[in-house]
């Protein structure tokens, strides 16, 4: 049986939620492993729409086993009201629910020094969702992070709190002016979330290379995207964590040879959230346009996306540092209407011509997009089911996606539901 990633391609919001619960159908287990609450994966199921930040997009079917892997970081009172919000309309979480032991907490502190690191930036802010990703992942790379583990071990627990808040609240008064925080407070809140939470807590990595070795189809699922990888995107506008394929391995303790499928999802369009460099970024009527009908606001945090052509340089790179085995394109029907549909095949800087991602935001600041342009189509492809169904020049711009980029396409998206999907090939 096999284990499929899936990953976004591009600067996060490519629609993995619909994805991951769609193939969730066939899959056992599903693991999420890396990010945090600063994720929006949108699934709807009929005429409910769930919105869910932390908790894996194949919580919706109950059935299955979620995990909440090590490479994330989890901030309890978002979490707890997360799952609150689904028991509330039906939703069962329970023993389906896994936390790893090893995931790293926010606290209190990481917010509030994020929110004042920001708004000491001005205009050069990163434009962060202030949910304290950022300082938490920090914390983890400087050993001083307090795990979720240590939610079970409350002298433990109350040591590193007294230790990290000492200085935090220095920095707090004595650099950014604000208020500090109080040990106690947060302690008492802390552990009450530790007795709701602790039912939840074990070894996600034990649990998920058992279900590898039973044979059974396990789903990995990441947040964000490629372009946005600590590592392998536009730093400084990038994400805290591994959002690439490499993040599976060290966000939930599985070997690279366990991997068997990497399904990337590209948005028929580009879309970015905050700041940073975007090549393709349409200025005007038809960017406008997108972002409404799109509905291209943050699931998050509410923030307009900017809206952009289809980027093939930025997604020839995000193949390559993925390993890329095919692609689901979603929002397709988004485009329809269109009387022409532009693909960025290279940047132009100078007078050099860069077909190579350049990862340097002080370079792609610089790069002007040259295009390769498709006619649009007329008719409606929302809903449809049947690849042959598409207008024919649809037809003719995925096929030109999947030449360029010599990767399959394997699923196309044509609308939000569950299942407005044409599948060309089984995952599982």
Same mark, same amino acid.
């Given at each position: 049986?096999?284990? /499929?990633?899936?990953?976004?391609?591009?600067? =996060?919001?490519?629609?993995?939620?619909?994805?991951?619960?769609? +193939?969730?159908?066939?899959?056992? /287990?599903?693991?999420?492993?890396?990010?945090?609450?600063?994720?929006?994966?949108?699934?709807? @199921?009929?005429?409910?729409?769930?919105? +869910?930040?932390?908790?894996?997009?194949?919580?919706?079917?109950?059935?299955?086993?979620?995990?909440?892997?090590?490479?994330?970081? /989890?901030?309890?009172?978002?979490?707890?009201?997360?799952?609150?919000?689904?028991?509330?309309?039906?939703?069962?979480?329970?023993?389906?629910?896994?936390?790893?032991?090893? #995931?790293?907490?926010?606290?209190?502190?990481?917010?509030?020094?994020?929110?004042?690191?920001?708004?000491?930036?001005?205009?050069?802010?990163?434009?962060?969702?202030?949910?304290?990703?950022?300082?938490?992942?920090?914390?983890?790379?400087?050993?001083?992070? $307090?795990? /979720?583990?240590?939610?079970?071990?409350?002298?433990?627990?109350?040591?590193?709190?007294?230790?990290? +808040?000492? %200085?935090?609240?220095?920095?707090?008064?004595? &650099?950014?002016?604000?208020?500090?925080?109080?040990?106690?407070? &947060?302690?008492?809140?802390?552990?009450?979330?530790?007795?709701?939470? #602790?039912?939840?807590?074990?070894?996600?990595?034990?649990?998920?290379? #058992?279900?590898? =070795?039973?044979?059974?189809?396990?789903? !990995?699922?990441?947040?964000?995207?490629?372009?946005?990888? @600590?590592?392998?995107?536009?730093?400084?506008?990038?994400?805290?964590?591994?959002?690439?394929?490499?993040?599976?391995?060290?966000?939930?303790?599985?070997?690279?040879?366990?991997?068997?499928?990497?399904?990337?999802?590209?948005?028929? %369009?580009?879309?970015?959230? =905050?700041?940073?460099?975007?090549?393709?970024?349409?200025?005007?009527?038809?960017?406008?346009?997108?972002?409404?009908?799109?509905?291209?606001?943050?699931?998050?945090?509410?923030?307009?996306?900017?809206?952009?052509? +289809?980027?093939?340089?930025?997604?020839?790179?995000?193949?390559?540092?993925?390993?890329?085995?095919? $692609?689901?394109?979603?929002?397709?029907?988004?485009?329809?209407?269109?009387?022409?549909?532009?693909?960025?095949?290279?940047?132009?800087?100078?007078?050099?011509?860069?077909?190579?991602?350049?990862?340097?935001?002080?370079?792609?600041?610089?790069?002007?997009?040259?295009?390769?342009? !498709?006619?649009?189509?007329?008719?409606?492809?929302?809903?449809?089911?049947?690849?042959?169904?598409?207008?024919?020049?649809?037809?003719?711009?995925?096929?030109?996606?999947?030449?360029?980029?010599?990767?399959? &396409?394997?699923? @196309?998206?044509? =609308?939000?539901?569950?299942?407005?999907? $044409?599948?060309?090939?089984?995952?599982?």
């Amino acid at each position: 049986m096999p284990t /499929v990633l899936i990953v976004g391609t591009q600067w =996060g919001d490519e629609g993995k939620g619909k994805l991951v619960d769609y +193939l969730t159908e066939n899959a056992e /287990v599903v693991a999420r492993y890396q990010g945090g609450q600063n994720a929006g994966h949108t699934v709807v @199921i009929g005429d409910r729409k769930f919105v +869910l930040h932390l908790l894996p997009s194949g919580i919706l079917r109950t059935e299955k086993l979620s995990i909440i892997g090590n490479g994330t970081v /989890v901030e309890p009172v978002d979490l707890l009201a997360e799952i609150d919000g689904l028991r509330a309309k039906g939703i069962e979480v329970g023993e389906n629910l896994m936390l790893s032991k090893g #995931a790293h907490l926010i606290m209190p502190y990481h917010m509030a020094i994020e929110r004042a690191v920001e708004n000491r930036m001005g205009d050069k802010k990163i434009g962060t969702t202030l949910k304290g990703i950022g300082p938490a992942y920090t914390d983890k790379a400087a050993r001083s992070g $307090i795990k /979720v583990v240590d939610l079970l071990m409350p002298e433990l627990f109350r040591e590193k709190l007294h230790n990290n +808040l000492e %200085y935090k609240n220095m920095l707090l008064e004595k &650099i950014y002016g604000e208020k500090p925080l109080d040990a106690g407070t &947060i302690y008492d809140d802390y552990m009450r979330h530790a007795e709701r939470l #602790a039912p939840f807590i074990g070894d996600t990595d034990v649990a998920v290379n #058992a279900a590898i =070795g039973q044979g059974k189809n396990v789903l !990995f699922e990441g947040a964000q995207g490629t372009l946005l990888d @600590i590592d392998h995107g536009t730093y400084p506008y990038v994400t805290s964590s591994n959002a690439s394929a490499g993040g599976v391995c060290t966000g939930l303790g599985v070997g690279p040879t366990k991997v068997d499928r990497a399904i990337g999802v590209v948005k028929a %369009y580009t879309t970015r959230v =905050g700041g940073g460099p975007f090549p393709t970024e349409i200025e005007g009527p038809i960017g406008q346009e997108l972002q409404r009908k799109g509905g291209e606001f943050g699931a998050t945090t509410g923030r307009p996306r900017r809206c952009g052509w +289809l980027d093939m340089v930025g997604l020839k790179y995000a193949a390559m540092i993925n390993g890329l085995t095919g $692609i689901a394109v979603t929002k397709l029907d988004i485009l329809d209407g269109l009387e022409e549909i532009k693909v960025c095949t290279s940047y132009k800087r100078g007078s050099e011509t860069l077909k190579n991602f350049p990862r340097e935001a002080a370079i792609m600041e610089e790069c002007e997009p040259q295009y390769e342009t !498709f006619s649009g189509w007329k008719e409606s492809t929302a809903g449809l089911k049947d690849f042959s169904e598409l207008p024919d020049n649809a037809q003719q711009y995925l096929r030109g996606i999947e030449k360029m980029l010599g990767v399959e &396409i394997q699923m @196309i998206s044509t =609308g939000p539901k569950r299942d407005e999907l $044409i599948l060309i090939k089984e995952q599982f």
